[in-house]
């Protein structure tokens, strides 16, 4: 049983936003493409966690604490007798390890071995459960998601699952017994309640309203150039069709998102959409759909 599953990150979704409506430099492009990347592998494991037959309790992307050292895990599994850790990575392409230098590098590149990493977060890990009196046992694992990828000269010896193997890994689950599922939903909430943010180590370029590009994207080729017909937001460049209410419901959300201080007004969003959408159409779907706070011309929604 999914406890806690997979979702897209506040930091992946603003920058996501950000991309459509302003020019990102390497940096935050090479941020952006990594947070996207480890979302669709933990993704792609997570649905096959579901499979299993078991009701184990699965917990996805917390980030916690532990005598102010912070640590991450991509996938926690609860059984009844041990906790098992996932590092989970989405690489693609040919891989070569160096079992000298204990490195991992493809012909282009040099990437963090992962194992290091995931030892450190079980360390962390097992002192945190230790200090609310949890003592279940540990099992660590990085899975390498991708089915394209290849780790050519790969050790025997180490805790790595490969992509063919994955299925075959996870089957074994399916022959354990679940008998203490009090005892486990009760690690499960801690782990759930000691989740906290990790917004302090967010990336965001630095950007202001009057610097984004304005406008209503198309929520599948996200162009810029769509038009209202009716009751319709129609994309200019694929032809996609989306009812008003929703795509501009979307658009609010992102304003939202990425101006989280500021009041949503109907000039506001009307500015956003970059005219695009009626004061009426837009009065009327944020009356429908949100809360507003006051009556006089200050009024807006939340």
């Given at each position: 049983?999914?406890?806690?599953?997979?979702?897209?990150?506040?930091?992946?979704?603003?920058?996501?936003?950000?991309?459509?409506?302003?020019?990102?430099?390497?940096?935050?492009?090479?941020?952006?493409?990594?947070?996207?990347?480890?979302?669709?592998?933990?993704?792609?494991f997570?649905?096959?966690?579901?499979?299993?037959?078991?009701?184990?309790?699965?917990?996805?992307?917390?980030?916690?604490?532990?005598?102010?050292?912070?640590?991450?895990?991509?996938?926690?599994?609860?059984?009844?007798?041990?906790?098992?850790?996932?590092?989970?990575?989405?690489?693609?392409?040919?891989?070569?390890?160096?079992?000298?230098?204990?490195r991992?590098?493809?012909?282009?590149?040099?990437?963090?071995?992962?194992?290091?990493?995931?030892?450190?977060?079980?360390?962390?890990?097992?002192?945190?459960?230790?200090?609310?009196g949890?003592?279940?046992?540990?099992?660590?694992?990085?899975?390498?998601?991708?089915?394209?990828?290849?780790?050519?000269?790969a050790?025997?010896?180490k805790?790595?699952?490969?992509?063919?193997?994955?299925?075959?890994?996870?089957?074994?689950?399916n022959?354990?017994?679940?008998?203490?599922?009090?005892?486990?939903?009760?690690?499960?909430?801690?782990?759930?309640?000691?989740?906290?943010?990790?917004?302090?180590?967010?990336?965001?370029?630095?950007?202001?309203?009057?610097?984004?590009?304005?406008?209503?994207?198309?929520?599948?080729?996200?162009?810029?150039?769509?038009?209202?017909?009716?009751?319709?937001?129609?994309c200019?460049?694929?032809?996609?069709?989306e009812?008003?209410?929703?795509?501009l419901?979307?658009?609010?959300?992102?304003f939202?998102?990425?101006?989280?201080e500021?009041?949503?007004?109907?000039?506001?969003?009307?500015?956003?959409?970059?005219?695009?959408?009626?004061?009426?159409?837009?009065?009327?779907?944020?009356?429908?759909?949100?809360?507003?706070?006051?009556k006089?011309?200050?009024?807006?929604?939340?």
């Open positions: 049983m999914i406890v806690k599953s997979r979702k897209k990150s506040l930091e992946l979704q603003i920058l996501s936003y950000l991309y459509n409506r302003m020019e990102f430099s390497e940096k935050y492009l090479s941020r952006l493409h990594a947070l996207q990347k480890g979302y669709e592998g933990e993704a792609l997570e649905s096959y966690i579901e499979q299993l037959q078991n009701n184990y309790l699965v917990l996805s992307d917390l980030f916690l604490q532990v005598n102010s050292t912070s640590f991450q895990l991509d996938c926690v599994m609860i059984t009844d007798e041990k906790i098992f850790l996932y590092e989970v990575k989405n690489y693609e392409g040919d891989y070569f390890y160096d079992p000298k230098q204990d991992i590098s493809s012909k282009s590149k040099e990437i963090t071995n992962p194992l290091p990493q995931l030892i450190r977060a079980e360390t962390l890990l097992r002192q945190l459960l230790q200090t609310h949890i003592r279940l046992p540990i099992v660590y694992n990085v899975v390498f998601v991708n089915p394209e990828f290849t780790l050519y000269n050790p025997k010896d805790p790595f699952i490969f992509p063919t193997q994955i299925q075959r890994y996870l089957k074994q689950f022959n354990y017994s679940i008998n203490q599922l009090n005892k486990n939903r009760f690690v499960a909430e801690k782990l759930l309640s000691l989740h906290t943010s990790d917004s302090k180590f967010w990336e965001i370029p630095p950007y202001e309203f009057d610097d984004l590009k304005k406008g209503i994207t198309c929520e599948v080729c996200f162009s810029f150039r769509t038009s209202v017909k009716g009751y319709s937001c129609i200019i460049e694929c032809g996609h069709s009812a008003i209410s929703i795509a419901t979307r658009c609010v959300e992102e939202k998102l990425l101006f989280s500021d009041k949503i007004t109907t000039n506001v969003i009307f500015d956003w959409c970059q005219g695009i959408v009626s004061r009426k159409t837009i009065l009327r779907i944020l009356e429908s759909n949100y809360t507003k706070v006051g006089t011309r200050s009024a807006y929604y939340k």
